[in-house]
């Protein structure tokens, strides 16, 4: 049965939406997203058996809405990706940042870490992840390991699974299809998978860039970030960047958006190509 939703956001529903989404995730939403977050909840009303707004926050606001507000925030954030998305980074990537960093390293120290720190479903990490497997075609002793996370659980399982339709897997050649995906057949017909030996490089898990710890190892080579801080207000891009700072290697590199520059934050990265930054002590 379908229940009617009352398809009114009222201003003070919205404002405690707003305000919960912005203390959860730093996300925020002004004045003139009011109509998509109510396109973009309606759905979730009327699956809940609610009829109103009224009642949704409610809901949010008892004891035990901690899946509920996790929903929330998975259904308000915008999860648009897709593969080798501003190429200019994998190229800047490939041709400039591994030199630099295997050639500061060498080669059979350690493995290189990466953090796609806002992954959404997956295209920006197995892109990252072909770019880092073509480079060690050439040097075998070239190892490399990926942690991918986003707050968003269900692109996190998309991520995990690495099935993408076949229209949506654009790649700078055919070869590299041929090379690191696997074509659907029957059920999977028109999907493609990303093969199994490049996703054992990848480990995808639950990380809120706000939450007090980040579950991972200081000293990364190179943090992608991208698209995400345009969500934020500036004092939250402005601790964002400082602790994704302290999360890199000294000489490790920041990625973020093209649009996303950091100016009019206070950090202490270098700049070193358009929208990528040093940790440079
Ligand atoms: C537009 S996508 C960007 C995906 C990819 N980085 C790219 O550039 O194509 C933004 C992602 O940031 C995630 N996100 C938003 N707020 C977040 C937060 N506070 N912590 C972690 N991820 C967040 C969203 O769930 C979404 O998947």
Redesign the pocket.
């Known amino acids: 049965m379908e229940f009617p939703v009352d398809a009114t956001l009222t201003a003070q529903a919205y404002e405690f939406l707003a305000q919960l989404v912005y203390e959860r995730?730093?996300?925020r939403l002004g004045f003139d997203k009011q109509s998509l977050v109510s396109g973009r909840l309606g759905q979730r009303l009327r699956a809940l058996g609610l009829s109103n707004y009224e009642q949704y926050c409610s809901l949010l606001r008892s004891p035990h809405a901690e899946d509920e507000i996790s929903e929330l925030i998975d259904l308000i954030?915008?999860?648009?990706?897709?593969f080798f998305?501003e190429t200019a980074h994998f190229d800047v990537l490939q041709r400039d940042v591994l030199p630099a960093l295997t050639g500061r390293l060498g080669f059979a120290q350690r493995p290189l870490r990466f953090w796609?720190a806002?992954?959404?479903s997956g295209?920006?990490v197995y892109s990252l992840a072909i770019v880092l497997a073509e480079f060690a075609r050439v040097r075998p002793a070239f190892t490399w390991q990926i942690d991918a996370?986003?707050?968003?659980q269900r692109?996190l399982d998309r991520c995990r699974r690495g099935i993408y339709a076949a229209e949506k897997v654009e790649l700078p050649s055919p070869e590299l299809l041929e090379r690191y995906f696997q074509r659907g057949f029957g059920e999977r017909e028109g999907y493609y998978r990303v093969k199994a030996e490049l996703r054992r490089h990848v480990g995808v898990q639950y990380?809120?860039?706000?939450q007090p710890h980040y579950p991972l190892p200081k000293g990364l080579d190179v943090i992608?970030c991208?698209?995400?801080m345009i969500?934020f207000d500036v004092p939250s891009r402005e601790l964002l960047v400082n602790r994704l700072t302290e999360q890199l290697a000294p000489g490790g590199y920041l990625f973020v958006?093209h649009s996303e520059s950091l100016i009019g934050i206070s950090h202490s990265l270098k700049s070193v190509w358009p929208s990528v930054y040093c940790r440079t002590c």
């Open positions: 995730s730093r996300i954030s915008t999860n648009h990706t897709h998305r796609s806002a992954a959404s295209e920006e996370s986003d707050i968003s692109m990380i809120n860039l706000f992608f991208r698209n995400v969500y958006g």
